[in-house]
């Protein structure tokens, strides 16, 4: 596709669920990035994807939270267990050259 | 995680008024871009950034790579209600070409 796309583009789910969320990134974009925003803040970074390389997973903030990219290409991220304080919006962003980021994700854990 | 310094962190501004915020980092980059958030939306490029030095404009919007290559600016020039969002910055670092963003600016335009 011409951007990043991300779905679902809303997500609500019950307390203690897993959820999965996904990130179609730019066609030959080899990075990717998993960013948190909790509303009107700024982004909280949770990972980084480069090629083949292994990804930088020091933002992720808890054991629940994992993320994969298979094939070099579409990327998920998993909440397990999921709690109250997860609710965001889960943004996804791809670069070359230049990042660009996708609609985000907005979860609701209820 | 690892951010760029964004200032300021948010700022009320009369329509019409010029805007700046900046961004500095300790590392060196390659690149500066800058992006513009909505509400319920994901940020939105605005400028590209690619050497020192360099000054680009886009509308009333005007931004600049740093001498240093250790902070860049954004200007908007005569404000404008829809103008109001989040700004944010990010860098390309030299050294492992991953993007760093910024904290934000959080703009509020009063008419």
């Known amino acids: 596709g011409a951007g990043v796309s991300q779905s679902p583009s809303n997500k609500v789910t019950e307390k203690g669920k897993d959820v999965e969320l996904r990130c179609d990134p730019i066609s030959g974009h080899t990075a990717l990035y998993w960013y948190r925003q909790s509303l009107g803040q700024g982004l909280e970074f949770l990972i980084y994807f480069q090629g083949n390389s292994a990804p930088d997973k020091s933002g992720l903030p808890s054991d629940r939270f994992s993320a994969e990219r298979t094939g070099g290409s579409v990327s998920t991220l998993t909440i397990q267990r999921t709690q109250q304080e997860d609710s965001a919006v889960y943004l996804c962003?791809?670069?070359?050259?230049?990042?660009?980021f996708g609609q985000g994700t907005r979860l609701t854990v209820v | 995680g690892q951010q760029l310094n964004q200032s300021p962190q948010s700022m009320f501004i009369q329509e019409g008024e010029d805007v700046s915020m900046n961004c500095t980092s300790s590392?060196?980059?390659?690149?500066w871009l800058w992006y513009k958030q909505d509400p319920g939306e994901g940020p939105v490029l605005l400028i590209a950034?690619?050497?020192?030095?360099e000054l680009t404009s886009n509308g009333r919007l005007t931004a600049q790579f740093g001498i240093t290559r250790k902070d860049s600016f954004l200007n908007i020039s005569a404000s404008i209600p829809s103008d109001v969002g989040i700004y944010f910055c990010a860098g390309q670092d030299a050294g492992t070409y991953k993007y760093i963003f910024g904290t934000g600016t959080r703009l509020k335009v009063l008419a």
């Open positions: 962003a791809s670069s070359s050259q230049e990042a660009f």
């Open positions: 950034l690619y050497k020192a030095g």
């Open positions: 590392s060196i980059f390659n690149t």
